[in-house]
């Protein structure tokens, strides 16, 4: 029996708590704890920042910022953001059934179209940097898709992702070559002047209505250039259905698969890790030392994600269950936990009820404040399951998508 086969034809409510896949659970927490070590940089600085790349950081060239743009450019970046569209198109196939299914098929949409109707909240009450929005607007193509093969998915998914690769790891190595004025944000539509760097983080301190302008301004420009992501998103929401069809994200694959994907990534991540220390740590406005070759390296996130579940389902397979189910609750509340590291953030960064540490925070002291992020849902995520059987906006969202009352309590 394949993955497909263990979803019943119709399940018009939510899924038991017994029900549930253990390995997709404890990667779906692992990514959403991943996840805020990519976004806690858009939280805390101007977005211009890392979208244009000529801009001086406004922060001192030492050992401990070297050390966390590094950390989250090599581990984290692109690699949890890959890895949650891969289980979000799981979860459309798991809510929709097959693709003619007359019962769940209005289902999938109504859930897509209330998550869409979060993302809008979501990204322009409260922060710029939302992806739901993306997730189900992307999410009405590939339901179109969901009752492909097992095989015709991963080819097409990973097709997806290759071109796109190519094309970023070719990009990398022609910047490197280019003249140097045009490297410093040449066609760039964010380029941003120190001067207007200071004026944003001036008004995210003071807090509302400047912040809020500011995260419109923010939240305009990046909805409007997620639209050129759909193609990369949608091929990881394919590959992601694929692989759960074989097998691979539900760990029933032979351990030599997982053992090879982790040797492939774990390469790919061993090299980028290695050119991108040599980028990072050269002198602010010097040639890239490595000729492109960190931003090559760095364009085969995919790789490295899929050996980041190899390793977390070998562990599981081999003994350590007890450890990576720890990320399995966090996991059950995502939606809940996704939105709840916005809420602390932006307290900490700019609402007006808030420190307004925004712009203070250094990339090396800001591991700090994620590491207490993940410290608090790890806690609380098992605390909250142990009296009811989905978080609280879990709850919200299936009662919206199914139109009636959902037992939250146990």
């Not at 979860?91 to 098929?105: K, P």
């Not at 609380?380 to 309590?409: D, H, I, K, N, Q």
């Amino acid at each position: 029996m394949t993955a497909a086969d263990a979803v019943p034809a119709v399940r018009l409510g939510p899924i038991a708590t017994k029900d549930r896949i253990f390995t997709l659970d404890m990667l779906r927490g692992f990514a959403i704890l991943g996840i805020l070590g990519v976004n806690a940089m858009a939280f805390a600085w101007p977005m211009a920042l890392e979208a244009d790349p000529a801009l001086a950081s406004p922060w001192p060239h030492d050992h401990a910022n070297i050390v966390g743009e590094w950390v989250k450019d090599v581990f984290f970046q692109d690699k949890f953001r890959s890895l949650f569209s891969m289980l979000f198109g799981v979860s459309i196939f798991l809510i929709g059934g097959q693709r003619f299914d007359e019962a769940r098929s209005p289902l999938l949409l109504r859930r897509l179209m209330w998550l869409g109707l979060f993302g809008l909240i979501h990204g322009f009450a409260l922060w710029f940097g939302d992806i739901l929005l993306h997730y189900a607007y992307t999410g009405l193509l590939v339901m179109i898709a969901r009752s492909w093969s097992a095989r015709r998915l991963i080819w097409t998914g990973a097709a997806l992702n290759a071109v796109f690769a190519l094309l970023s790891a070719v990009s990398s190595l022609a910047m490197a070559f280019m003249p140097a004025e045009a490297q410093s944000g040449g066609g760039n539509p964010f380029v941003t002047t120190p001067e207007q760097l200071a004026a944003t983080i001036q008004a995210y301190q003071a807090g509302w209505p400047g912040a809020q302008i500011e995260n419109l301004k923010a939240a305009v420009f990046l909805q409007l250039m997620s639209l050129t992501l759909v193609p990369i998103t949608a091929g990881l929401m394919l590959l992601g259905l694929g692989l759960f069809k074989a097998g691979f994200l539900t760990g029933r694959s032979p351990t030599w698969i997982y053992v090879l994907m982790l040797v492939i990534g774990g390469a790919n991540l061993a090299a980028f890790a290695w050119y991108d220390w040599q980028f990072f740590s050269a002198a602010p406005g010097t040639p890239d030392p490595t000729n492109g070759m960190a931003g090559v390296m760095g364009s085969f996130a995919p790789l490295i994600t899929l050996a980041y579940v190899s390793l977390l389902i070998l562990m599981t397979r081999f003994g350590l269950k007890a450890v990576t189910g720890i990320f399995a609750p966090v996991g059950r509340m995502a939606f809940t936990n996704y939105l709840t590291q916005t809420l602390i953030m932006t307290t900490l960064f700019y609402m007006p009820w808030g420190p307004h540490w925004f712009g203070t925070v250094e990339p090396g002291a800001l591991w700090l404040i994620i590491a207490g992020v993940w410290a608090a849902q790890l806690i609380w995520s098992p605390l909250w399951l142990s009296r009811f059987s989905m978080g609280p906006l879990e709850w919200l969202w299936r009662c919206l998508t199914y139109g009636r009352w959902v037992p939250l309590a146990k």
